[in-house]
């Protein structure tokens, strides 16, 4: 079989690095397998995508809103029906099961209609003016050239809520996903040429994180950088960003808890924490990796969550009947194995998995076993620390008030949720669990695209991907005054009656 190779993106032309250098992108469920060869780029590549975005710039943002997501319209179109081709890109570049990449591209295409729709609002505010025969009026504006840069957990979703909103808003975009995942977003990127979008407009550049991230996260051009990886990287990119004043939007680590009373529905409960710990691998920023339960239920949950996590099916995620896939590569393995001795070392007592599978046909690929810690401490390591992998920690709480502060006791806050029938306790857990979303009687995965997205402390630096939030972040505010008065006015000073 003759091997692909992938090229950047610049000015409209698909191109080689400046250097010539490429990488591969490898299967994580068989490393035998690479899915493609991608260019190793460098400053100079993401110099060049610079200067394009700049070019294009200029029209693109005189180009009627309604216009410019028209193009969005017809790439979402295309997402659509080439949805099963790129799931399954997506499943053998990235290793979760294909029910989840196709999720993924509808994450995508969801987001796509929702923007495409904003093109005909995209409002500003009119309101009086303190001064008789004078108009005040906000409008927004697009910031200029826009750094992406993406990571591969979910490689085609989060590329489409940074793309699209920056597109609808005039914004000139450079994009560089994660190394481990460049094919799902070359697959959105080559959507977008499909659809129309003009040279210069979009432009993907592929690499690593220290070269090519740099080189976007410093260049002086970029107007704008979108970030969501690690909380370490994240505050590098804000360093970098803060020093020409970017715009700059971090979404970064989790530890998030689901809390279960003992008034709750266990088996809703259970079905819940299993998704949400397990789904992605745990590889997900808004993974379950803390069950807090109630002492009354604290034995049947966990005994009941042990025998089903025991039991789920784990292989290549093409075969439909697989529940989860691997982990995205050697790294992420090892870092699960590492946690595992962590917990083991304070204390916590491992109830299964904790190690990779090493039969034949999971040898070769990054096959991490279901892992479940019981009598986990609050201030322990695997209960404070981000571990993006298929382990969970469940500790006990005695009432509400002991879960909210065992949930907040960490320096993340992206997701959370409580499972009770308890109305007061549940409005009670809404306000005070200090995260960016509390889900009730769900799972902390499953954020819809059109509300805003992210988290408080070390998750995040304020902004909200989704929905309104990522058209506050793209544009920024102009202020229109017209005097109609045919005299000088002061504000502040004249005070007609
Ligand atoms: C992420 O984990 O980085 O809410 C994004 C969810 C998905 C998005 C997750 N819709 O789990």
Known sequence: MSRKIYQNLIDGEWVD???GNTFENLNPADTREVIGTFQRSGRGDVERAVEAAKRAFHRWRLTPAPRRAEILLRATQLLEARKE??????????GKVLQETRGDVQEAIDTGYYFAGEGRRLFGATTPSELPNKFAMTVRAPLGVCGMITPWNFPMAIPSWKLFPALVC???CVIKPAEDTPLSCTNLVRTLVDAGVPRGVVNLVTGPGSEV?????????VRAVSFTGSTEVGRKVGEAAAGSFKHCSLEMGGKNPIIILDDANLDLALDGALWAGFGTSGQRC????????????????LGRLVERAGTLRVGNGLDESTEMGPQINRQQVETSARYVEVGRKEGAKMLCGGERFGDDARRH???????????????????????????????????????????????????????????????????????GITYVNAPTIGAEVHLPFGGTKATGNGHREGGMGAIEFYTEWKTLYIDYSDRLQRAQIDRPE
């Not at 991230?213 to 051009?221: C, F, R």
Request: with cysteine; glycine share 8%.
């Open 213 to 221: 991230g740099t080189a976007i996260t410093s260049h002086p051009d």
């Open 170 to 172: 005039g914004n000139t």
């Open 365 to 435: 690929g990054w096959f991490f076993q279901p892992t479940v810690f019981g009598e986990v401490e609050r201030g322990m390591r695997i209960a404070q620390e981000e571990i993006f992998g298929p382990v969970v920690s469940v500790m006990a709480c005695n009432d509400l008030d002991d879960a909210v502060a065992i949930a907040n006791d960490v320096v993340y806050g992206l997701s959370s949720s409580i499972y009770t029938r308890d109305v007061n306790h549940a409005f009670r857990a809404m306000r005070d669990l200090h995260a």
């Open 85 to 94: 081709e790129y799931a399954r890109d997506m499943t053998r570049e990235m």
């Open 17 to 19: 690095s400046e250097s």
């Open 286 to 301: 808004t993974a379950a990796s803390r069950i807090i339960v109630q002492k009354g239920v604290y034995a049947e949950f």
